[in-house]
């Protein structure tokens, strides 16, 4: 798998490498959701990582509730609001804006970022996804309660961090993409 190759050098994985084969399709699955939740929702493709922030977050307000009891239980609910915050505010002012405006000038807008990210934060988009990969391997607490918390915190980063950087860098979906479908399945505004 690792056979020799001009891009392999004593033993290093190339950048190029980690490129064309992590990058580079985690970009285009992300550029392919983006389009997606447009398509089928009818919603702007901003709207989807605040989206899935709150879903991660639910379904983790569900398990606390079934491992915690207490003061823990009430410090994980003020934990995990606090995280759904900046989510809730963000569809919020979606539904407040008129919902699902999503047009040539906020696509242009999308665009320009996400190329800008793509270029300039590659690194970035590398280091969160080993992160995440290595994080719940790496964070272990004797506490109970700690215990839960940081498994808590490691399940929101891996399945958040990672989606959350490489949807900022695909490219988004054209404005005109979600015509051609039926009405959508979530109506915000």
Same mark, same amino acid.
């Given at each position: 798998?690792?056979?020799?190759?001009?891009?392999?050098?004593?033993?290093?994985?190339?950048?190029?490498?980690?490129?064309?084969?992590?990058?580079?399709?985690?970009?285009?699955?992300?550029?392919?959701?983006?389009?997606?939740?447009?398509?089928?929702?009818?919603?702007?493709?901003?709207?989807?990582?605040?989206?899935?922030?709150?879903?991660?977050?639910?379904?983790?307000?569900?398990?606390?509730?079934? $491992?915690? #009891? %207490?003061?823990?239980?009430?410090?994980?609910?003020?934990?995990?609001?606090?995280? =759904?915050?900046?989510? @809730? &505010? /963000?569809?919020?002012?979606? $539904?407040? #804006? %008129?919902?699902?405006?999503?047009?040539?000038?906020?696509?242009?807008?999308?665009? =320009?970022?996400?190329? @800008? &990210? /793509?270029?300039?934060?590659?690194?970035?988009?590398?280091?969160?996804?080993?992160?995440?990969?290595?994080?719940?391997?790496?964070?272990?607490?004797?506490?109970?309660?700690?215990?839960?918390?940081?498994?808590?915190?490691?399940?929101?980063?891996?399945?958040?961090?990672?989606?959350?950087?490489?949807?900022?860098?695909?490219?988004?979906?054209?404005?005109?993409?979600?015509?051609?479908?039926?009405?959508?399945?979530?109506?915000?505004?």
């Amino acid at each position: 798998m690792f056979g020799p190759s001009s891009n392999n050098r004593g033993g290093h994985i190339s950048m190029d490498w980690i490129n064309r084969h992590i990058d580079q399709p985690l970009l285009n699955g992300a550029a392919g959701l983006l389009r997606q939740w447009h398509i089928r929702t009818r919603q702007s493709p901003e709207l989807l990582e605040p989206t899935w922030n709150l879903v991660v977050l639910s379904f983790l307000l569900i398990a606390s509730g079934q $491992v915690m #009891a %207490g003061k823990p239980f009430a410090l994980s609910i003020a934990a995990l609001i606090m995280l =759904a915050l900046p989510s @809730a &505010k /963000r569809l919020f002012s979606a $539904v407040k #804006a %008129g919902g699902s405006a999503y047009g040539v000038r906020e696509y242009k807008s999308s665009r =320009a970022r996400a190329v @800008a &990210k /793509r270029e300039a934060e590659w690194s970035v988009r590398i280091i969160v996804l080993f992160s995440s990969a290595c994080l719940p391997f790496i964070a272990r607490i004797d506490d109970p309660v700690g215990a839960c918390f940081m498994l808590g915190a490691s399940v929101w980063f891996v399945l958040t961090g990672p989606l959350k950087t490489y949807l900022d860098a695909a490219e988004p979906p054209e404005p005109t993409e979600g015509d051609r479908m039926y009405g959508g399945v979530f109506q915000f505004g």
